[in-house]
Protein backbone atom coordinates (compact mmCIF):
# COMPACT_ATOMS: atom_id res chain seq x y z
CA UNK A 1 0.00 0.00 0.00
CA UNK A 2 1.34 3.22 -0.90
CA UNK A 3 1.13 5.72 1.83
CA UNK A 4 0.43 9.45 1.29
CA UNK A 5 2.93 10.83 3.44
CA UNK A 6 6.11 9.26 2.08
CA UNK A 7 9.62 10.34 1.82
CA UNK A 8 8.72 12.52 -0.79
CA UNK A 9 6.25 14.34 0.76
CA UNK A 10 6.97 17.99 1.73
CA UNK A 11 6.74 19.02 5.36
CA UNK A 12 3.86 21.74 5.29
CA UNK A 13 1.26 23.31 7.69
CA UNK A 14 -0.93 21.22 5.77
CA UNK A 15 0.45 17.93 6.57
CA UNK A 16 1.22 18.43 10.21
CA UNK A 17 -2.33 19.78 10.54
CA UNK A 18 -3.02 16.10 8.74
CA UNK A 19 -1.34 14.23 11.41
CA UNK A 20 -2.71 16.33 14.31
CA UNK A 21 -6.06 15.65 13.21
CA UNK A 22 -5.99 12.21 12.34
CA UNK A 23 -6.86 9.17 14.74
CA UNK A 24 -2.67 7.94 16.21
CA UNK A 25 -3.84 4.36 15.41
CA UNK A 26 -4.53 5.42 11.82
CA UNK A 27 -1.22 7.25 11.32
CA UNK A 28 0.29 3.84 10.20
CA UNK A 29 -2.21 3.95 7.42
CA UNK A 30 -1.55 8.26 6.38
CA UNK A 31 2.75 7.99 6.41
CA UNK A 32 5.50 5.84 6.08
CA UNK A 33 8.69 5.40 7.44
CA UNK A 34 10.67 7.39 5.85
CA UNK A 35 8.14 10.88 6.17
CA UNK A 36 8.31 9.63 10.22
CA UNK A 37 12.11 9.98 10.52
CA UNK A 38 11.91 12.93 8.66
CA UNK A 39 10.06 14.46 11.49
CA UNK A 40 11.86 17.07 13.67
CA UNK A 41 11.25 18.12 17.25
CA UNK A 42 10.37 21.55 15.55
CA UNK A 43 8.02 19.33 13.22
CA UNK A 44 6.31 17.62 16.72
CA UNK A 45 6.41 20.09 18.64
CA UNK A 46 4.09 22.32 15.54
CA UNK A 47 1.71 19.35 15.90
CA UNK A 48 1.24 19.74 19.20
CA UNK A 49 0.13 23.25 18.84
CA UNK A 50 -2.34 22.42 16.10
CA UNK A 51 -3.63 20.49 18.70
CA UNK A 52 -3.76 23.59 21.40
CA UNK A 53 -5.53 25.43 18.48
CA UNK A 54 -8.16 22.68 18.02
CA UNK A 55 -9.11 22.82 21.80
CA UNK A 56 -9.01 26.31 21.03
CA UNK A 57 -11.62 26.36 18.58
CA UNK A 58 -13.75 24.19 20.35
CA UNK A 59 -13.93 26.59 23.69
CA UNK A 60 -11.24 24.64 25.62
CA UNK A 61 -8.10 25.35 26.81
CA UNK A 62 -5.36 25.58 24.07
CA UNK A 63 -2.74 22.60 25.03
CA UNK A 64 -2.12 20.06 23.21
CA UNK A 65 1.05 16.91 23.53
CA UNK A 66 2.68 14.63 21.73
CA UNK A 67 3.75 11.62 22.53
CA UNK A 68 6.68 10.08 19.85
CA UNK A 69 8.68 6.99 19.86
CA UNK A 70 12.60 7.60 20.40
CA UNK A 71 13.62 4.34 18.22
CA UNK A 72 11.05 4.66 15.54
CA UNK A 73 10.44 8.29 15.44
CA UNK A 74 6.66 7.14 15.04
CA UNK A 75 3.98 8.93 17.30
CA UNK A 76 2.68 6.74 19.68
CA UNK A 77 0.07 8.97 21.18
CA UNK A 78 -1.26 12.57 21.11
CA UNK A 79 -4.12 14.68 22.59
CA UNK A 80 -5.16 18.55 23.50
CA UNK A 81 -7.02 19.85 26.85
CA UNK A 82 -10.75 18.60 27.19
CA UNK A 83 -11.47 20.22 30.59
CA UNK A 84 -14.21 21.73 29.00
CA UNK A 85 -15.54 19.93 26.44
CA UNK A 86 -15.70 16.67 28.19
CA UNK A 87 -16.35 18.61 31.69
CA UNK A 88 -13.24 16.51 32.73
CA UNK A 89 -10.89 18.67 35.44
CA UNK A 90 -7.92 16.50 34.40
CA UNK A 91 -8.13 15.33 30.65
CA UNK A 92 -4.67 17.95 30.13
CA UNK A 93 -3.09 17.90 26.48
CA UNK A 94 -0.37 15.64 28.37
CA UNK A 95 -2.77 12.78 30.42
CA UNK A 96 -4.94 13.05 26.57
CA UNK A 97 -1.82 12.04 24.98
CA UNK A 98 -0.50 9.59 27.56
CA UNK A 99 -4.08 7.74 27.80
CA UNK A 100 -4.33 7.95 23.55
CA UNK A 101 -0.93 6.06 24.11
CA UNK A 102 -2.09 3.82 26.23
CA UNK A 103 -0.02 1.09 28.13
CA UNK A 104 3.55 1.33 26.03
CA UNK A 105 6.59 1.75 27.61
CA UNK A 106 8.03 5.24 28.02
CA UNK A 107 11.09 4.83 29.01
CA UNK A 108 12.01 4.85 24.94
CA UNK A 109 9.81 8.11 24.22
CA UNK A 110 9.34 11.80 24.40
CA UNK A 111 6.33 14.12 25.30
CA UNK A 112 5.85 17.16 23.30
CA UNK A 113 3.92 19.62 25.17
CA UNK A 114 2.94 23.15 23.73
CA UNK A 115 2.76 24.44 27.32
CA UNK A 116 5.01 24.23 30.15
CA UNK A 117 3.25 21.16 32.66
CA UNK A 118 1.23 22.02 35.37
CA UNK A 119 2.23 19.60 38.64
CA UNK A 120 -0.22 17.19 37.89
CA UNK A 121 1.05 16.30 34.36
CA UNK A 122 4.71 16.99 34.98
CA UNK A 123 4.08 13.93 37.92
CA UNK A 124 2.93 12.00 35.69
CA UNK A 125 5.53 12.29 33.35
CA UNK A 126 8.17 11.21 35.56
CA UNK A 127 6.16 8.31 37.28
CA UNK A 128 5.59 7.02 33.81
CA UNK A 129 8.93 7.08 33.07
CA UNK A 130 9.54 9.51 30.05
CA UNK A 131 12.75 9.41 29.14
CA UNK A 132 12.25 13.24 27.70
CA UNK A 133 9.51 16.09 27.80
CA UNK A 134 10.03 19.00 25.40
CA UNK A 135 8.04 22.25 26.30
CA UNK A 136 7.10 24.52 23.78
CA UNK A 137 5.98 27.44 26.36
CA UNK A 138 7.62 28.72 29.32
CA UNK A 139 6.48 32.49 28.79
CA UNK A 140 3.01 31.85 29.94
CA UNK A 141 3.90 29.19 32.19
CA UNK A 142 6.39 27.38 33.74
CA UNK A 143 8.22 26.02 36.96
CA UNK A 144 7.92 22.33 36.67
CA UNK A 145 10.91 21.78 34.36
CA UNK A 146 13.35 21.58 37.42
CA UNK A 147 10.98 19.04 38.93
CA UNK A 148 11.10 16.70 36.23
CA UNK A 149 15.04 17.20 35.34
CA UNK A 150 15.45 16.36 39.26
CA UNK A 151 13.52 13.08 38.63
CA UNK A 152 15.63 12.34 35.73
CA UNK A 153 14.21 13.33 32.82
CA UNK A 154 15.65 15.10 29.94
CA UNK A 155 13.78 18.44 29.57
CA UNK A 156 14.54 20.68 26.30
CA UNK A 157 12.58 23.89 26.17
CA UNK A 158 11.34 24.75 22.06
CA UNK A 159 9.38 28.04 22.43
CA UNK A 160 7.16 28.10 19.73
CA UNK A 161 5.58 31.53 18.87
CA UNK A 162 2.19 30.32 17.40
CA UNK A 163 1.70 28.65 20.70
CA UNK A 164 2.87 31.44 22.81
CA UNK A 165 0.71 33.86 21.36
CA UNK A 166 -2.36 31.25 21.44
CA UNK A 167 -2.05 30.75 25.27
CA UNK A 168 -1.74 34.57 26.08
CA UNK A 169 -5.05 35.38 23.50
CA UNK A 170 -6.87 32.28 25.61
CA UNK A 171 -5.45 33.85 29.03
CA UNK A 172 -6.80 37.42 28.29
CA UNK A 173 -10.05 36.32 26.88
CA UNK A 174 -10.93 33.44 29.33
CA UNK A 175 -9.13 34.22 32.64
CA UNK A 176 -11.70 32.24 34.79
CA UNK A 177 -10.63 29.20 32.91
CA UNK A 178 -7.15 29.27 32.86
CA UNK A 179 -7.30 29.71 36.40
CA UNK A 180 -9.89 26.72 36.91
CA UNK A 181 -7.49 24.74 34.64
CA UNK A 182 -4.34 25.17 36.79
CA UNK A 183 -6.15 25.99 40.06
CA UNK A 184 -9.99 24.03 39.70
CA UNK A 185 -13.17 25.75 40.52
CA UNK A 186 -12.07 26.75 43.99
CA UNK A 187 -9.68 29.01 42.91
CA UNK A 188 -12.42 30.52 41.04
CA UNK A 189 -13.99 32.06 43.93
Given at each position: ?46 I ?60 D ?9 C ?52 R?E ?16
Amino acid sequence: MKMLLNKQTEKTEQTLTAIAHMPTTSLFTLMDNDFAQALTDADFMRIAVLLAQKSYDEGGCPIGAVIVNNSTNQIVGKGHNTLVQEDHPYNHGETAAIRDAGRVDFSDTTIYSSLSPCDVCATLIYMRGFARAVVGDITNASGTESLLREKGVQVDILQDTQGIELYARFRAEKPALDLEDWQGLSACK
